[in-house]
């Protein structure tokens, strides 16, 4: 982390979890947990049926909700999908973009998600973009350049004041659910080697403005060694952030 520079932000990605009332009663649970932790951004991306209870419930908390994903038209024949229009007019402020699940097994790729950040952008949103290298690509040593091209591609075309409302999540696949975390250093040097392409994309002064986040197993144990990095501005955060303990304790670390 580097609070003198960028703020720090640890979200909780729930995934396909809770019900409207599971939420409510997560919420009510973790909010005396984080109340007052204010040195970072608080935030629980739900699924969409779940997003106006969990909102309802953090009303007055330091806590935000936001969505998982938004599509990239603003209406029309895409059965499923929920514009940035359609989150915002619920009060939505924050969504997770280019996930690796939705990468894998929706089949979005650097395009849609480079479109789908770009329609939350003009919505007003402010972007959790994700990123990161597959198992092979990080054994094949390629790992700077996956993410270096992610980096790039999804960022084509957005300004340098559009970027203020873009945060950056890396995520190592291979880390994601599998209860296998990158170390510290594995963490800092691939969240560093993107600060550098988008210092290359946008300049140094802006780069070190952007906040990148690590995700993949993070947890009560790992988190405050891998946020004392000073490349990794926070966590999202999946499986821990299911237990108000948990996450908590993350959201402490970053203190
Ligand atoms: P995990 O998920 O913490 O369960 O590994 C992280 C994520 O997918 O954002």
Same mark, same amino acid.
């Given at each position: ?11 909780g *990605? +729930?995934?396909?979890n809770?019900? =409207? ?5 997560f919420?009510?649970n973790v909010?005396?947990l ?35 994903? /938004?599509?990239?038209?603003?209406? %029309?024949?895409?059965? &499923? ?10 009060? !939505? ?19 849609? !998600? ?9 919505? %007003?949103?402010? /972007?959790?973009?994700?990123? #990161? ?40 696949? +291979?880390?994601? %659910?599998? &209860?296998?975390?990158?170390? =510290? ?7 560093? !080697? ?20 690590? #995700?993949?197993?993070?947890n009560d144990? *790992? ?6 990095? =000073? ?6 955060i999946g499986g821990a952030s299911l237990v108000p303990e948990k996450f908590a304790a993350i ?5």
């Open positions: 982390m580097n609070p003198a520079k960028r703020r720090t932000v640890i979200a *990605n +729930w995934k396909m809770f019900t =409207p009332a599971q939420a409510k009663e919420i009510k909010t005396p984080v109340a007052g932790k204010d040195n970072c951004d608080i935030i629980f991306c739900a699924p969409y049926v779940t997003i106006a209870a969990a909102m309802e419930a953090a009303e007055g908390t330091n806590i935000k909700i936001g969505a998982e994903n /938004v599509h990239f038209a603003p209406k %029309g024949a895409y059965t &499923g999908e929920v514009s940035a229009e359609m989150l915002r007019a619920i009060g !939505v402020e924050y969504v997770i973009v280019g996930h690796s699940e939705r990468r894998q097994y929706f089949a979005e790729t650097d395009e849609t !998600v480079n479109l789908r950040t770009k329609a939350a952008l003009a919505a %007003g949103m402010k /972007v959790i973009l994700c990123l #990161g290298e597959v198992k092979e690509e990080r054994l094949a040593g390629i790992t700077d350049e996956v993410v270096g091209m992610q980096t790039k591609l999804d960022l084509a075309g957005i300004t340098a004041e559009e970027l203020k409302n873009v945060i950056i999540a890396y995520e190592p696949v +291979w880390a994601i %659910g599998t &209860g296998l975390t990158a170390t =510290p250093e594995q963490a800092q040097e691939t969240c560093a !080697v993107i600060r550098k392409v988008v210092a290359g994309l946008y300049g140094e002064e802006v780069a070190e403005g952007v906040t990148i986040q690590y #995700g993949g197993s993070m144990a *790992n988190a405050a060694e891998l946020l004392a990095k =000073p490349d990794v501005d926070g966590g999202l959201v402490e670390a970053a203190q």
